[in-house]
């Protein structure tokens, strides 16, 4: 970002930022919160899921706050009467059709803004597909998924570069796939995880959660995070271990973190089996 | 990879064509070994196209003159047979990285784990020198770790001949601060460094080890040798995780918690970043704090050692090592950890090292060029073992596998010997036959991977399985006599089909 500071208005209250911000982070800047589901910080926006749209004064359609950059003079409404609907019904779209049900940030939305799913009927269409369980260490059940994309950035060129998954198929038939629909095991994945770490429906989640949940013994109000650095190479990634019952049930990393930014790889995110596994419990900690 | 997308150029050297290499402008697959020819052939070529940067020369360097004389030699042709990289290639990286505005040599365990892995660093930051990449952001010379600690260890002193920070533990005046600190009359002599230690144990000088956090039964390399003199010693002590090889051999174990996830404390990266560990998990059973064995032992041998806590632990480093000084526990927690040198408490940290050589006059000693000549090999290749055999790691699998061997990476393939097209193909060998590797050391048992990757002549495998296969029973204890370093990189091996399993891979 340049030096160059714009000044615009945010719901009346003006702002002035760098040029190049968006102007989801003037908004941000107005200490206004703004619901995102396909945004994140360290990714390139797509501008797929449409929930952060605002109004643009003397713009014919809505913009998407996360994408599109700042400008002098610009005056917004975040939260108009058609805001607030197009939102909704953005939301409702979703929730029809997506099991939500991992998804605590989306649930939020639906009740900020009142999103009543059920008026598209008792069976409306879905995303539905049976979940993949095809390796040992995640779990892909895209019949939470919204298409928001972030798995396929992280994938690609924003963290991972390993193009493993894609989007294949049209329209409503979308969904996130590998080549040729693949086991992930026969794909180019190198489970680094960063599609688990990006994912904000929980339709990519780690083994030990998802059997957790299936025993019904997942509980995250006991869970404690604590970060720590990896035990394995030199670069100094920081993980967050979430310990349930003095045993990590899972690994994510601090986006804000001036290291990678959240970024693991295999070992990192998966590697920590060895101070838990127990002789009696029959797993190979011999090798 | 962000800076390749932002447009940075990228020359991998790598006798092997990684999944680096395939993002590379230039991938440079030398024959391994060849390192100092390649690199002083890319120094002739700068200067003999006029390229190096003569007022950092002039300014900051000492001994140029001998180094342009030592690298005159190296022709690219020369090169080209040396090394067996094309000249054009070796001329393309020579002018990209001298006319690079900015420009880093990042290296790893190619370069350092080898018999003259010293002279194989020095070759390297000539060219640094030459070209004035070092001492401003964006340059330098940078050795990636291959642990969370291997930078920590030695700025802690867990080398011979370093107390923490850096300082030499033969200089009359560290000796007196660290004496007076510990109210202790210290050896006024470095220690021995690992190959050291074993050398010491063959002449009967070493016959007692503690070993921490290191299992030397199955890392070491010539296995077999390292085995009789850990089982000639008459006592050995390992504080470890687990009970490892080298712990099977222990006449006193130490159960410990993990460092990283079971206890607190700091480990430095690569970037000289100290960073804290935090404790997120109750160790096992008896296990132990390294801190909490270490006091108690103190104890045992009649000191009154309370038991310290981390924190403790690090606040004396930070008042006797001044790169440390200003790391405070909350400061390593708000920043996300601080790069030393770090001085006070308002230090930021340095980005970058040798900024020194920018100042005008240089401040302190001139950077000394090393004139360095080609050395290949200890075990230079015959008829009887005509293949060469460098080993290395794989993504999803850690050393000896201690710890990494604990998940179930849906990437493993166990261990395998990977081999050229071309090479399978004289020998009788499809992919997953099993065959026999044999050095002049020891010999195993090991399924074949075939990888269009390698170049005839060259073979690779890990030290990851050694249960199945004790790769370290192939290779060459030759040791680098300045870092201790062995030649894992390199030794001399045959390859013989011994059956082919009717169901296709093994």
Redesign the interface.
Known sequence: MSAEKLALTIDGIEVTVAAGATILDAVTQAGIETPTLCFLQSLTPVNACRVCVVELEGARVLVPACARRAEAGMKINTNSERVRHSRKMVLEFLASTVDISTAPALQEYCAEYGAQPQRYGPKPATVAQPVKID???YVRDYAKCILCYKCVEACG?DAQ?TFAIAVAGRGFDARISTEYDVP??DSA???CGNCIGVCPTGALMFSSEYELRASNQWNETEQ?Q???????????C?LT?H?QE???VKVTSPIE???TSGHL???GR?????????PEEG????? | ?RGI?NGAKLFVVDPRQTSSAR?ADGWLGLDVGSDIALANAVGREILAAGLENREFVARATDGFEEYRAAVEPYTLEYAEKTTLVPAHLIRELAHAYANAPRAELCWTLGITEHHNAVDNVRALINLALLCGHVGRYGSGVNP?????N??GGGDMGAIPNKFPGGQDAEDPAALAKFEAAWNATLPRKRGWHLSDMFAAMERSELDTLYVIGENPAQSEADQKHANELLRGLRHLIVQD??LTKTGELAEVVFPAS?????SEGT?T???R?V????????P?GEARDDIAIMCELARRLGYDWPDYTPEQVWNECRSLSPWHAGMSYARLDE???IPWPCYDEQHPGERFLHARLWENPVGGQRAPFAAVAHDPPVEALDDEYPLRLTTGRR??S?NT???????????RRGERLDISPQDARNHGLREGDRARVSSRRGSVVVPIHIDAGLRAGLVFTTF??N?EVATNLLTIDATDPQSGTAEFKACAVRVEAICHPSTGSG
């Open positions: 390796n040992a260490l060129t570069n992930l095991p994945c190198v489970y404690k604590t970060d720590t650095i990896c035990s394995y190479c030199g670069v100094g920081t271990l310990v003095n045993e990590i973190n001036a290291v790889c295999i070992k998966f590697g920590f089996s060895y101070v838990q596994n127990r797993d190979d900690v011999s090798a | 990879m997308h993002w990636l770790r291959g642990q969370n291997v930078q995780i687990f993990a460092s990283w996830c079971e480990v990266s690569s970037e970043r960073q804290l560990c935090r404790k997120a998990l109750e096992p920043l996300d950890g993504l999803d850690f596998g201690v710890q990494s061997g604990g998940y179930r990476s849906p990437m990851h399985f249960d």
